[in-house]
């Protein structure tokens, strides 16, 4: 639930009107605080200590209303927290507070007295409970969908139906892979692990937040490992849209939290069976994000080319025998003499067997990259201008680098 979603309930929205804060009824609620008793609590008690993140926070009692200073210091302490909003009881109101409300985006509400606190407080409280549990419902079914192996196809499609998620017609899954900066120690980052569960718990709420703006409100996202994992119908949104959206997630998410994110995108399928298939894609999509020469951070599986091929292949063995007969030579003369002739092959054939820009790129003179293609063509013993070498050695490296980055 968001700020916008309370005054859409009808037994809420005769009760409360929005005075400031219009451009964040975006943000989500999670619970209601009552911070009445703030006024027995001494001066040096520090108030971020008593909220936790997306309260609604209510406030009646006119000694705090009524002194604009107090209640916007308040304001401002709570705000740090990322509360959800701000609750003030009609006529206690000052045109100063409006102003802060308006300048932070904190959306603020005008109660009405004949809304009675304890009707309040049980009609969200509810809304809330009634919420998280059709939440975690959904959870349950889309990690049924991706990790089951016999699936009651007619069970889960009546139970999506009924909390308002329809299946119907291809989906695809998105995965969001949420880590800690490269370069950050292994020991460090274990340390940090339920900092980061925390953060990709936040992570999901953005997804769920960033796709309600266009009319998913019941969403299928849940956290999963190093994951963030959503199904999404393929046909309502466009690649270039799906890249804009999870771009605007994952720049807040590394910004808010420092941490490194990209996502792989899985094909759309139509069947329910076919969905986990979507998934190990999207998965597969990461794992060959890692060797992909550009720096993109969205990348769906259908547009990898080669490498979509290779990950298709789960026999690791008949992978590593081909990358063996092809350039195993290569390899164990680098091991033995801590030589450099399998990174100067892999550079010559991504430029297209071209010896002089070739050695420009390694920054090595042309006599040495002469001398070292000398060497490379007495290993292998293969014509590496013609077409079919080229191409077989081309795949041979494809290999070695997705086998290196899948085994990490």
């Avoid at 490379?376 to 293969?382: A, G, Q, V």
Wanted: glycine share 6%; charged share 30%.
């Amino acid at each position: 639930m968001n700020c916008e979603d309370l005054m859409n309930m009808k037994q809420i929205r005769n009760g409360m009107k929005l005075v400031a804060g219009e451009k964040g009824v975006g943000r989500n609620i999670r619970w209601i605080y009552f911070a009445d008793c703030v006024q027995c609590l001494k001066d040096e008690v520090d108030l971020t200590e008593l909220i936790h993140g997306e309260e609604l926070v209510i406030v009646t009692n006119e000694s705090l209303t009524g002194n604009d200073e107090k209640i916007i210091d308040m304001i401002r302490v709570m705000y740090s927290k990322n509360i959800a909003g701000f609750v003030i009881n009609e006529g206690q109101i000052s045109q100063s507070v409006i102003d802060y409300c308006n300048e932070i985006e904190l959306p603020l509400y005008e109660l009405s007295v004949n809304l009675h606190l304890i009707d309040l407080s049980q009609i969200v409280c509810k809304a809330l409970v009634e919420e998280e549990s059709n939440t975690n419902s959904r959870e349950r079914i889309l990690s049924s969908i991706l990790y089951t192996d016999h699936l009651d196809v007619e069970g889960i499609l009546e139970q999506a139906n009924y909390l308002g998620v329809n299946l119907s017609g291809k989906h695809r899954i998105v995965v969001l892979h949420v880590n800690a900066p490269e370069g950050v120690e292994k020991k460090k980052q274990q340390l940090d692990e339920g900092r980061l569960m925390e953060i990709r718990e936040n992570i999901k709420k953005s997804v769920e937040t960033e796709f309600r703006s266009y009319s998913m409100r019941h969403l299928m996202v849940l956290s999963q490992g190093e994951y963030v994992v959503t199904l999404l119908p393929s046909e309502v949104f466009s690649k270039d849209l799906l890249v804009t959206i999870l771009m605007n997630i994952m720049k807040r998410g590394e910004a808010n939290y420092h941490i490194s994110m990209k996502s792989g995108i899985g094909t759309g399928y139509e069947y329910l069976e076919d969905f986990k298939k979507s998934y190990q894609e999207a998965k597969n999509a990461l794992t060959i994000s890692r060797i992909a020469p550009n720096e993109e951070k969205v990348y769906f599986y259908e547009n990898l080319g080669i490498y979509s091929l290779i990950a298709q292949i789960s026999n690791g063995k008949f992978l590593d025998e081909y990358m063996e007969s092809r350039i195993g030579k290569l390899i164990k003369a680098d091991q033995m003499q801590e030589g450099e002739l399998c990174e100067t092959l892999e550079a010559y054939l991504e430029h297209n067997c071209n010896a002089n820009a070739t050695a420009e790129a390694l920054y090595i003179h042309r006599n040495t990259m002469r001398y070292r293609m000398d060497k490379i063509r007495k290993i292998l013993e293969d014509d590496i201008s013609d077409l079919s070498v080229f191409l077989e050695l081309k795949l041979a490296f494809a290999i070695k680098r997705y086998r290196e980055n899948r085994e990490e």
